[in-house]
Structure formats: structure tokens, C-alpha cells
């Protein structure tokens, strides 16, 4: 009888050991999750330093920092219209350790315009939330004599071919604003793409190039300074930004462009990571700082799932697929 409750006793110990180690596993992915992020992740940005997407990069990088005590930290890789990029980040690890900035360009231009770019912008990256969208603003040289779109029209066709605009690079956002704002108008300019925005308008701001097309962020200080005239919006209305610019729409019916921005990951990230991550992201845009500065640029903020930002990109890719193929973007 002895050996018998001996037998009985070791058993259920083992029993117990056996229990405890599974709900030891069981428990591992909530302490992973609440231990992420333990070292500083990288956001990458596909253009150089200077314009609208590091601008906004920089604001909810340091509101992150604030709510996780973690280094948010901004790595520009500029060039080959974004490309070197995402291969960059597809060659991370899935660890929710590395992002990228995304736009316009990466996801709804380049798979057009470089089949060959070694990834699928729709199996290969996940998104995680939408950061916000931003009015284009179309902006000229102080010199030139021109002081709306009507009057800029006017002035380009009695220099068919002279003129030149400038662009963050190959399928940026502000390169199809302009190519959108030529098949409406026939405007008959040249396009000169640089690696970035801060670059173009270096160069614009020096008169090198008459037009320009970027976001609140890069040019409202210009404008303000009067270095730079604004002679249209591309959202539907006027903003209250720039409340005396008319929207172009208000000639071109119809006509409207915005430029925006989110966060995307390497596919294989894990889920509860990419919730994290999401989660930060709208807490960072409801910081008072962020919300002041939204409001200032007419920026309407993003923060939703990733779900909700997954639809806004295909959508996006509809749109702009009809652009790209009728003012025959190819890459450069």
C-alpha cells in the first residue's frame, strides 16, 4: 500500500510539473509582447533628409520615444524612387524591430513602374496604420510672375518647354501631383526629379526650377516667409492653412490630390506586434504637440487598424495606376 501512494504521489507531481510548463508557454507571448520594444527600432525613410516624410517622421518618432522609452530612430535611404528601401527592409528581420515610412510612391506607383524590383508590395509588407494625409501644395519661385493657377497656365504657354518643376524623385507624391495637374490643364513643363524634397526645393527656393509640389509641412515656412508663392491646393476645398489660395478644383473640377503617409512591415511580423505598434502610433497622434501641429498644416491624422489603412492603399492603387499610365511615368 505503501509503494502504491508513492506511485500515486510522484505521479501527480508530475502531472503538476507538466501543467505548470505548459501554461509557462502558454504565457510567453504576453511577456514577449510586453517586453517589445526592448531596443531601438529602426523606421526607415526612402527619401533624403529635409522634406515633408522626415518632417513627419521626426514629430510622432519623438512621441513614441516619450510613451515606450525606447529610441525611435529615423534612417533616410534615399534614391532609385524608394526602391533600395523596401529591399532594405526586406532584408531585416520580422522581428517588429524595423518599418518603413510609406506613400504614394512605394505602394501605388512603383509596382508599375519597376516589376523587377525583386519584392510584392502586396505579400511581401504588411501595413500597420495610415500616420495621416496632407494637402499638395503647388508652389512657384517668388519671381515668377504669376499668382494662381489660371495665371501660371497663362505664363507656361508663352514658354511651352522652358519651364521646368522639380520633384522629391521618380513617382514621389509631388512628381504625380504634377503630372495629375498636366493631363487636367495641358501645362507643358518639364520634370526634374531629385533624391528628396529637401534637395528640390534647395533648388527651387534658388529658382533653378519654377514649380514645386510637396506638403504643408515642407512649405508652409516658405510661403510665410514669401520666398514662395502657393498658387493652388490639391485638396477638394481651400485649407484653412492658406485660406485666400484657391483650391485648383475650383477651376478643374473634379481635380484633387494629397499626398500621405503611413507605416508598413516586413511580412511575418508578428500580429500582436503590429497592434502595438498601431496602438502607439494613435496615441502619438493625439498628443496635444501633434494634434497643434496637424491643425496648423491641415493635416488630417491616420491611427486606424491596419485593416482600414490595408484598404486605403488599394484603393490608392487604383486611383493613381490611370496617372501613371497615361502621362507614361517609367522609372529612371
Known amino acids: ?18 501543467a505548470v510548463g505548459l501554461s509557462a508557454i502558454a504565457g510567453l507571448p504576453a511577456r514577449a509582447e510586453e517586453a517589445w520594444p526592448s531596443k531601438p527600432i529602426r523606421w526607415i525613410q526612402p527619401f533624403a533628409p ?22 525611435f530612430v529615423i534612417e533616410n535611404k534615399g534614391g532609385g524612387g524608394g526602391v533600395p528601401a523596401m529591399q532594405e527592409l526586406l532584408r531585416a528581420p520580422a522581428d517588429g524591430y524595423s ?7 512605394l505602394l501605388a506607383v512603383n509596382p508599375l513602374i519597376y516589376p523587377d524590383a525583386g519584392y510584392d508590395v502586396n505579400k511581401d509588407f504588411v501595413p ?30 508663352t514658354r511651352s518647354g522652358l519651364l521646368n518643376y522639380a520633384s522629391a524623385g521618380n513617382a514621389s507624391a509631388g512628381h504625380l501631383a504634377i503630372e495629375a495637374l498636366k493631363l ?3 501645362l507643358s513643363i518639364m520634370h526634374v526629379p531629385y533624391r528628396g524634397t529637401g534637395p528640390a526645393l534647395n533648388d527651387v527656393l534658388a529658382g533653378r526650377c519654377e514649380l514645386f509640389s510637396a506638403g504643408t509641412p515642407a512649405l508652409l515656412p516658405h510661403i510665410q ?20 489660395v484657391p483650391a485648383i478644383a475650383e477651376l478643374y473640377p473634379g481635380f484633387e490630390t494629397e499626398q500621405w503617409y503611413g507605416i508598413h512591415a516586413r511580412a511575418g511580423t508578428p500580429r500582436n506586434i503590429i497592434l502595438r505598434m498601431q496602438k502607439e502610433v494613435a496615441k502619438a497622434l493625439n498628443a496635444p504637440e501633434v494634434v497643434a501641429r496637424h491643425e496648423s498644416e491641415s493635416a488630417t491624422p491616420g491611427g486606424g487598424s491596419p485593416e482600414d489603412f490595408g ?22
Open 1 to 18: 500500500m505503501q509503494r502504491d501512494h508513492e506511485t500515486l504521489t510522484r505521479r501527480d507531481g508530475l502531472k503538476w510539473v507538466g
Open 50 to 71: 529635409g522634406g515633408t516624410s522626415s518632417i513627419v517622421a521626426r514629430v510622432i518618432a519623438n512621441e513614441i520615444t516619450k510613451q515606450t522609452g525606447a529610441a
Open 99 to 105: 518599418f518603413i515610412m510609406s506613400h504614394i510612391g
Open 128 to 157: 500597420v496604420t495610415l500616420v495621416n494625409r496632407l494637402p499638395s501644395l503647388f508652389v512657384v519661385h517668388k519671381d515668377v510672375p504669376a499668382t494662381d493657377i489660371k495665371s501660371f497656365l497663362a505664363y507656361a504657354k
Open 184 to 186: 487636367a490643364t495641358g
Open 225 to 244: 516667409s514669401g520666398a514662395l508663392r502657393c498658387i493652388g491646393v490639391g485638396s477638394p476645398k481651400r485649407i484653412s492653412a492658406l485660406p485666400d
Open 311 to 332: 484598404r486605403f492603399v488599394r484603393q490608392q492603387q487604383v486611383r493613381w495606376k490611370e496617372v501613371v499610365l497615361k502621362a507614361g511615368i517609367k522609372a529612371e
